[in-house]
T-cell receptor
Framework: GAGVSQSPSNKVTEKGKDVELRCDPI?????LYWYRQSLGQGLEFLIY????????KSGLPSDRFSAERTGGSVSTLTIQRTQQEDSAVYLC???????????????FGSGTRLTVV | GIQVEQSPPDLILQEGANSTLRCNFS?????LQWFHQNPWGQLINLFY???GTKQNGRLSATTVATERYSLLYISSSQTTDSGVYFC?????????????FGRGTQLTVWP
């Protein structure tokens, strides 16, 4: 597609429920990134995919968080047993080439605003 | 990880004024990007600028990699320039795949 698409744009869930957030990167972009942004804060790295593999998962805050990417395209971020501190905007980005390759900036999606009540 | 510091944290301007935003980083980096986050939360890539100077309309950016800083210049500011400006640099080694973001500069342009 023309841009990075994320769904849903807003999600309100009850504490303890599981949620799935989806990211459709720009077609042909091999690298995909998940970040989250809490209210008034900067961006916190979660995970990075190169193709379908995740060389760096170290940003995931706990084992309740997991992510996968299939077909080198769509990625899903799953949060199990959601907690109130999970409330944030979850942002996905993609780039044409992966880390360490010069010349390629990131394109971010509009994000999913997650509210845990 | 790499430390990224941005200044000033807040900036209020009258429409038409010029401004300079600064980004300092703690280690040598391969890549540096400037982003604008508009009031609706959308992050837009402004510049990919590991070194040198680039210009795009009223905006320009300069990175002096050897001295570990980058500057974003906004000339003849408009109300649509309002939002948060982030600087981000690539990690190295085991953190090669991640961007380290500064805390941003909140810019407000009044008509």
């Amino acid at each position: 597609g023309a841009g990075v698409s994320q769904s849903p744009s807003n999600k309100v869930t009850e504490k303890g429920k599981d949620v799935e957030l989806r990211c459709d990167p720009i077609s042909g972009h091999t690298a995909l990134y998940w970040y989250r942004q809490s209210l008034g804060q900067g961006l916190e790295f979660l995970i990075y995919f190169q193709g379908n593999s995740a060389p760096d998962k170290s940003g995931l805050p706990s084992d309740r968080f997991s992510a996968e990417r299939t077909g080198g395209s769509v990625s899903t971020l799953t949060i199990q047993r959601t907690q109130q501190e999970d409330s944030a905007v979850y942002l996905c980005a993609s780039s044409l080439a992966g880390a360490g390759v010069s010349g390629y900036g990131y394109t971010f999606g509009s994000g999913t605003r997650l509210t845990v009540v | 990880g790499i430390q990224v510091e941005q200044s000033p944290p807040d900036l209020i301007l009258q429409e038409g004024a010029n401004s300079t935003l600064r980004c300092n980083f703690s280690d040598s980096v391969n890549n540096l990007q400037w982003f604008h986050q508009n009031p609706w939360g959308q992050l837009i890539n402004l510049f990919y600028i590991p070194s040198g100077t680039k210009q795009n309309g009223r905006l320009s950016a300069t990175t002096v990699a050897t001295e570990r800083y980058s500057l974003l210049y906004i000339s003849s500011s408009q109300t649509t320039d309002s939002g948060v400006y982030f600087c981000a640099v690539d990690g190295r080694g085991s953190t090669l795949g991640r961007l380290y973001f500064g805390r941003g500069t909140q810019l407000t342009v009044w008509p």
